[in-house]
Nanobody, 120 residues
């Protein structure tokens, strides 16, 4: 079984910064993709950014140049550095991790979600 724990988030003023972290633990063979999604009140869950095991990244247009994703393959962690935050970044942020439990069995897990509120 794979477990994911998120940390970080909180209240920040517009223009401020926050850092989210996510750690995977449990029994698995490997982790492929790690990423962050968010869901604003009344909205659907949307992709923020992903990173592959090789370090290739993908960002939503709305966060390019402001957010940076990074991962530590040795520690099975993924971080999201968020700068120049805007009120429209307010949402619950979810960590997503995909990988393999065995050669034939894949897994996908979600974090519990952490609230990010950007407001003056």
């Amino acid at each position: 079984q794979v477990h994911v724990v998120e940390s970080g988030g909180g209240l920040v003023q517009p223009g401020g910064s926050l850092r989210l972290s996510c750690a995977a633990s449990g029994s698995f063979r490997s982790i492929s993709s790690m990423g962050w999604y968010r869901q604003a009140p009344g909205g659907q869950r949307e992709l923020v950014t992903t990173i592959t095991s090789g370090g290739s990244t993908n960002y939503a247009d709305s966060v390019k140049g402001r957010f940076t994703i990074s991962r530590d393959n040795a520690k099975n962690t993924v971080d999201l550095e968020m700068n120049s935050l805007k009120p429209e970044d307010t949402a619950v942020y979810y960590c997503n991790i995909e990988g393999a439990v065995t050669i034939l069995r894949r897994f996908e897990v979600w974090g519990q979600g952490t609230q990010v509120t950007v407001s003056s």
